[in-house]
Every structure is written in C-alpha cells, then in structure tokens.
Nanobody, 125 residues
Framework: QVQLVESGGGLVQAGGSLRLSCAAS????????MGWFRQAPGKEREFVAA????????YYADSVKGRFTISRDGAKNTMYLQMNSLKPEDTAVYYC??????????????????WGQGTQVTVSS
C-alpha cells in the first residue's frame, strides 16, 4: 500500500517562495513516476510537475516552468516542489501523486493511482 503525505504549504506573499514535500512509503519507488497537481476553488485539478523516480525525466506545466522545480531524495523517499516567484494564481490545494510501478511518466491525472491528502498554498497579492 502506497502512502503519500504532503507538507510545507502555507501563506506567502506574491513573489515569495515555498517548498512542498511529499513523503512516500509502502513501496520501493525506484521505477515510479511521481507528480504534483493542484486544485483551486471552483476549478478542476490540474497538472503541475512530474518526475521519474530515477530523476532522469521531468515535466512541467507551462504556467510554472522556470519558477517551480521538482526533485526527489531517494534516500529519504521524499519528493519536493520548490516554488519561487509565487503568484496569486498559484493559490490552490497541492497534491502529490504516484503512478503504478513501471509506467511511462505522465502529465495526465488519470494515470496516477495514489494520492496524498493535499496541502494548502495561499499566495496573497
């Protein structure tokens, strides 16, 4: 059973930074794809970034490219999302997610089977 626990959300002013963490347990994640998604009030959940656990492949949504960086620490079984130059439109609940083992890395929400509970990020103007 894969378990994902996010942390690191909070309130920050526009232009500020936050780092989200996703602690993973229950499997050896060496062949997993992992991702970050977000959901703003009244909107659908959307893709933010994804990383192959090996670190060899990363994807970003155009809206965050150049501002957000996804990474992982294999020794800690933890994935991160460093968010810089935050904007009010980045306000959302951020979720980490994992694909089933051995799949091609995906940006599609439906390709992820395992989800964390979410962490709130609020960016004030």
């Amino acid at each position: 059973q894969v378990q994902l626990v996010e942390s690191g959300g909070g309130l920050v002013q526009a232009g500020g930074s936050l780092r989200l963490s996703c602690a993973a347990s229950g499997r050896t994640f060496s062949s997993y794809g992992m991702g970050w998604f977000r959901q703003a009030p009244g909107k659908e959940r959307e893709f933010v970034a994804a990383i192959k656990w090996s670190g060899s492949i990363t994807y970003y949504a155009d809206s965050v490219k150049g501002r957000f960086t996804i990474s992982r620490d294999g020794a800690k079984n933890t994935m991160y999302l460093q968010m810089n130059s935050l904007k009010p439109e980045d306000t959302a609940v951020y979720y980490c997610a994992a694909q089933p083992e051995g799949r091609y890395l995906s940006r599609r929400l439906g390709e992820y089977n395992y989800w964390g509970q979410g962490t709130q990020v609020t960016v004030s103007s």
